[in-house]
T-cell receptor, first 113, second 114 residues
């Protein structure tokens, strides 16, 4: 079955880089996503990567995908206190053409000034 | 307009009440979703509507009743809920016309059942 695993907590200092890791099990995943959720709020799509890519950069965000190891990471450069949130990794599984997302449990990022 | 709008933002209801959650998008998306998110947990899929037809019901209890009156609106009718149903209810939508699609989420309705 599908499963997405993430470490639960990460603490960094302001200005440092943050790296949030994720592993998934379904090799048929087409897209992999990173969502950000601030307390009491909905999910904000940060970035995504297609499964035939190995890297995608978008301003301070860099996504690395190792398809062989089914490992995805999100690097946030120059982390700011406003980046404190829970970050969810999600894989899109296209069974039944519904494109449903399977979420990890989320990594809580704390940024210390 | 690139938003998924959910109302109300907060809702407190008793176990005998009937209430409805609303979700609206004007992006022309033809797939709409309801997710439930308990505190400190990832979202869990409840229902999927595809072209206004219910295509997935993830074994959700009948006290939750979804409705998709048109391609822009998605409702979730609530009746006789239990305290354990207290959660953040998230609506999402996606275009469903090409493979390069993203799921857009609303900011959610925080539901408390007393």
């Amino acid at each position: 079955g599908e499963d997405v695993e993430q470490s639960l907590f990460l603490s960094v200092r302001e200005g440092d880089s943050s790296v949030i890791n994720c592993t998934y099990t379904d090799s048929s995943s087409t897209y992999l996503y990173w969502y950000k959720q601030e307390p009491g709020a909905g999910l904000q799509l940060l970035t995504y990567i297609f499964s035939n890519m190995d890297m995608k950069q978008d301003q301070r965000l860099t996504v690395l995908l190792n398809k062989k190891d089914k490992h995805l990471s999100l690097r946030i450069a120059d982390t700011q206190t406003g980046d404190s949130a829970i970050y969810f990794c999600a894989e899109r599984v296209d069974g039944g053409s519904q494109g449903n997302l399977i979420f990890g449990k989320g990594t809580k990022l704390s940024v210390k000034p | 307009d690139t938003e998924v709008t959910q109302t109300p933002k907060h809702l407190v209801m008793g176990m005998t009440n009937k209430k409805s959650l609303k979700c609206e998008q004007h992006m022309g998306h033809r797939a709409m979703y309801w997710y439930k998110q308990k505190a400190k947990k990832p979202p869990e899929l409840m229902f999927v509507y595809s072209y206004e037809k219910l295509s997935i019901n993830e074994s959700v209890p009948s006290r939750f009743s979804p409705e998709c009156p048109n391609s822009s609106l998605l409702n979730l009718h609530l009746h006789a809920l239990q305290p354990e149903d207290s959660a953040l209810y998230l609506c999402a939508s996606r275009r469903q016309r090409s493979i390069n699609e993203k799921l857009f989420f609303g900011s959610g309705t925080q539901l408390s059942v007393l």
